[in-house]
Structure formats: structure tokens, C-alpha cells
T-cell receptor, first 111, second 116 residues
């Protein structure tokens, strides 16, 4: 019940396209859903986060869509750029101390 | 303001040796978290510490692993008698606020542990 399932495992998008990564969860006690971006040899960096009282949050080219009834949330990257090529992790958290991460999506944006 | 500093970046140990991983949180942060990342997997929570206190160690193996965050100095993750299965990237994160608030976690660049 603590798991967060992420798909796809890898994604290739052309420059200017839309990248979409999906996550699903079971634990209804999760109340914080961040997305992290990780470049090779670096730690994860917080990209954008949402709480379940809103259905969408947008920051620049990055948008989180949240469907509470389906227990799913997704990251949309508009106008994808080669510099967006990285591994993306969704995560979820209750009021406790641990983040539960998805398995990650390797995004490649071709020039 | 320097970020979360971890050292060493790479650590090679032979089976049976001890590994010590260090983490200096961001300035003003008193909450430290350790996560482990196996190849092709997401990060897995290990332990959450405040200064001089272990708050949540539910993700840490009961044997061979220990963590501390002393009043002075960095947080230390210690792995005794390492085995090949301990090979992984170990990430430290810190936050200014405690869990349950709008805390933002900042991650270090990790320590890659390789056990020969």
C-alpha cells in the first residue's frame, strides 16, 4: 500500500513535443505529491509538487494533473527541450517523514 | 549558501569492511534524511534524524546499519561488514522545517558505494 507505480520506464520525445509521465498510488493517506528531476551523478531536485485539494498545478512548462478519485497523478512537460533529458521520479508522502518514490522515468528529448 | 554536501562521492570497500558516509546539511537545516538508490530503481527511505536524535529508522536494516547526527559535525551513515548487496547510491537530504509541514527537501549529490 506504500507503493507508487510510475510509467513509462523510458520515454523518447522530439524537441518541442509534450512529455507525459504517469503515477498511481494506493495509500489514501498520501497528501503531498512531488516530482523530482535527477541528472546523472546528481541528487534529485524538486521540480514541482501538488496537494490533493487541487486538480492541477502549473509552473512554467511543467504541469501536474491530479485525479484524486482515480488515485493517479501525472507530469506534463510542454515544449520539451534536450536540456530536459533526465530521470524523473514521482513521489508521495503522508504527514510522516518518508517520501515514497516511483521507479523513475528516463526521458530523452531528441534535438 | 552551499547545498547539501556529501562525501566521499565514491567509496570502494571490500566485503567485510566498514563504510562511513558523511552528510553536511544546508545551513540552517536541522532535519536530515538518508535514502538508498539501487540501479534502475527509485530512492528508498532509510532514516530520519534531527540533531542528536534518531526520529524514524523504519527503513533502515536492523543489522550492520547505523546513523547519527551529532550536535556538532555532519550526519554519518555507517555500514559495518559490508556485503555486495550494499552497493548502491546513498543520498542525504535536509530540510529546514520538520515533516508534516510544507518542508522542502534538498538532496546532496550522493555517495556511490561499491563493494568488491
Amino acid at each position: 500500500q506504500q507503493q507508487v507505480k510510475q510509467s513509462p520506464q523510458s520515454l523518447i520525445v522530439q524537441k518541442g513535443g509534450i512529455s507525459i509521465i504517469n503515477c498511481a498510488y494506493e495509500n489514501t493517506a498520501f497528501d503531498y505529491f512531488p516530482w523530482y528531476q535527477q541528472f546523472p551523478g546528481k541528487g534529485p531536485a524538486l521540480l514541482i509538487a501538488i496537494r490533493p485539494d487541487v486538480s492541477e498545478k502549473k509552473e512554467g512548462r511543467f504541469t501536474i494533473s491530479f485525479n484524486k478519485s482515480a488515485k493517479q497523478f501525472s507530469l506534463h512537460i510542454m515544449d520539451s527541450q534536450p536540456g530536459d533529458s533526465a530521470t524523473y521520479f514521482c513521489a508521495a508522502k503522508t504527514s510522516g517523514s518518508r517520501l515514497t518514490f516511483g521507479e523513475g522515468t528516463q526521458l530523452t528529448v531528441n534535438p | 549558501n552551499a547545498g547539501v554536501m556529501q562525501n566521499p562521492r565514491h567509496l570502494v570497500r571490500r566485503r567485510g569492511q566498514e563504510a562511513r558516509l558523511r552528510c553536511s546539511p544546508m545551513k540552517g537545516h536541522s532535519h536530515v534524511y538518508w535514502y538508498r538508490q539501487l540501479p534502475e530503481e527509485g530512492l528508498k527511505f532509510m532514516v530520519y534524524l534531527q540533531k542528536e536524535n534518531i526520529i524514524d529508522e523504519s527503513g533502515m536494516p536492523k543489522e550492520r546499519f547505523s546513523a547519527e547526527f551529532p550536535k556538532e559535525g555532519p550526519s554519518i551513515l555507517r555500514i559495518q561488514q559490508v556485503v555486495r548487496g550494499d552497493s548502491a547510491a546513498y543520498f542525504c537530504a535536509s530540510s529546514r522545517l520538520p515533516p508534516g509541514t510544507n518542508e522542502k527537501l534538498f538532496f546532496g549529490s550522493g555517495t556511490q558505494l561499491s563493494v568488491l
